[in-house]
């Protein structure tokens, strides 16, 4: 079964200072991971996107790392401010031939910067 | 481009109402994904549709839900005889190419739905 977990489940940290999360998959076959970000009520916006080759991608102050032999990924947030207070979110994207690629989202991270 | 459109954004039913969410994609896109969260979970798939097509309805509860994508207007998820169980976020999503392209989703603002 594919599955995607986060940790921390939350957390919280003073503006200004460096974060990491985490993701762990097990989905098969791989084809690409994203990080997402999920204001409160609103819909989650793509922060990268990385397939099997790629084991980093920066997309501003977001770093995202892959590690596709362990199945880890991480997310890393360079002095934090108060707008990055959101749900993050891993979404892994399975190649399935008959349908099509499937994603499979992880419960999220939820991070609170707090002033 | 106005972004993938969802409404209405809040919809409160009672128990045996219908709900019907809208979601107008993004400009230029033809593929339409339907997802559901429940408070404090992730997003969970319900149905993936192309114009006037269901491609995969995998997620879908096999009653009470529907989905269509028609040639014209919005896509719709239809919810008939609502329960309480049926009280989410309902997210739609879009993309510019078809699923097995491993293209970006859009995601709409979500339609949360509570039903007393």
């Known amino acids: 079964k594919n599955q995607v977990e986060q940790s921390p489940q939350s957390l919280i940290i003073l503006e200004g200072k460096n974060c990491t999360l985490q993701?762990?998959?097990?989905?098969?076959?791989?084809?690409?991971l994203r990080w997402y970000k999920q204001d409160t009520g609103r819909g989650p916006v793509s922060l990268t996107i990385?397939?099997?080759?790629?084991n980093t991608k920066s997309n501003g102050r977001y770093t995202a790392t892959l590690d596709a032999d362990t199945k880890q990924s991480s997310l890393h947030i360079t002095a934090s401010q108060l707008s990055d207070s959101a749900s993050y979110i891993c979404?892994?994207?399975?190649?399935?031939?008959?349908?099509?690629?499937?994603?499979?989202f992880g419960g999220g991270t939820r991070l609170m910067v707090k002033p | 481009n106005a972004g993938v459109m969802q409404n209405p954004r809040h919809l409160v039913r009672r128990r045996g109402q219908e709900a019907r969410l809208r979601c107008s994609p993004m400009?230029?896109?033809?593929?339409v994904y339907w997802y559901r969260q429940l408070p404090e979970e992730g997003l969970k798939f319900m149905v993936y549709?192309?114009?006037?097509?269901?491609?995969?309805e995998s997620g879908m509860p096999k009653e009470r839900f529907s989905a269509e994508f028609p040639k014209e207007g919005p896509s719709i998820l239809r919810i008939q005889q609502v329960v309480r169980g049926d009280s989410a976020a309902y997210f739609c999503?879009?993309?510019?190419?078809?699923?097995?392209?491993?293209?970006?989703?859009?995601f709409g603002p979500g339609t949360r739905l509570t039903v007393l």
């Open positions: 979404v892994v994207s399975a190649a399935n031939n008959n349908a099509g690629n499937m994603l499979t």
């Open positions: 990385m397939t099997f080759s790629e």
């Open positions: 993701c762990n998959y097990t989905v098969s076959p791989f084809s690409n």
């Open positions: 999503a879009s993309s510019p190419t078809p699923r097995t392209g491993g293209g970006t989703q859009y």
């Open positions: 549709l192309q114009k006037e097509n269901i491609i995969d």
């Open positions: 400009k230029g896109h033809s593929h």
